[in-house]
């Protein structure tokens, strides 16, 4: 069944430490996107890629890095965590266009103490 | 640029009520528009969508009609359950431009038996 996957789920970290945030696809789509989301439920586009070797900042800065060298994998990575960090992170990817909508994943969700 | 603008929560309402979150956008060109339902927990998920004018999106007892006129897609439901209780974001996407799902800031609902 075609579908995105995030993992882990839930992730509890001590500050300092690299992170990475798995992210994978199975539906072939070029177009891959995260977000973060704050505790107030809004969405900030944090990195977007249009395919292989392609990867863009989004409309919120963030301190993370993503790297895009397959079709179905985009991870996110967290060099040094800090508590600021803390927060649910949802990838998501589409067609290229975007216009029929985003396939989100389930989420993961960071605490960093 | 391209905006939505949702109706502010949280909304509570009694099993079997009616439904209506409204939604407002700004956009260039001719946008499709959507709505997103999060459960606790959960990363988003599409609840419907309309590519065109006049086009009508339902699914799960959930409607929404793309209104040109007013730049509006309000969300209806005819009798609410309490497993609808759940974050909803309306979204807009266009084929110009950077083609990038933009979201209103969402509204939380909440059902009480």
């Known amino acids: 069944e075609a579908d995105i996957y995030q993992t882990p789920r839930y992730l509890v970290i001590g500050t300092g430490k690299k992170i990475t945030l798995e992210c994978s696809q199975t539906m072939g789509h070029d177009k891959m996107y995260w977000y973060q989301q704050d505790p107030g439920m809004e969405l900030h586009l944090i990195h977007y890629?249009?395919?292989?070797?392609?990867?863009e900042k989004g409309d919120l800065s963030s301190e993370s890095t993503v790297s895009r060298i397959r079709t179905e994998h985009f991870p996110l990575t967290l060099e040094s965590a800090r508590p600021s960090h803390t927060s649910q992170y949802l990838c998501?990817?589409?067609?290229?266009?975007?216009?029929?909508?985003?396939?989100f994943g389930s989420g993961t969700r960071l605490t960093v103490v | 640029g391209n905006s939505v603008t949702q109706m502010e929560g949280p909304v509570t309402l009694s099993e079997e009520a009616f439904l209506t979150i409204n939604c407002t956008y700004t956009?260039?060109?001719?946008?499709?528009l959507f709505w997103y339902v999060q459960y606790p927990g959960e990363g988003l998920q599409l609840l419907l969508k309309a590519t065109k004018a006049d086009d009508k999106g339902s699914n799960k007892g959930f409607e929404a009609t793309y209104r040109k006129e007013t730049t509006s897609f309000h969300l209806e439901k005819g009798s609410v359950q309490v497993s609808d209780s759940a974050v909803y974001f309306c979204a807009l996407s266009t084929i110009q431009g950077a083609q990038k799902l933009v979201f209103g800031q969402g509204t939380r609902l909440t059902i009480n038996p």
């Open positions: 956009a260039t060109g001719y946008p499709s």
């Open positions: 890629s249009y395919g292989v070797n392609s990867t």
């Open positions: 998501a990817s589409s067609e290229p266009s975007g216009f029929y909508g985003y396939t």
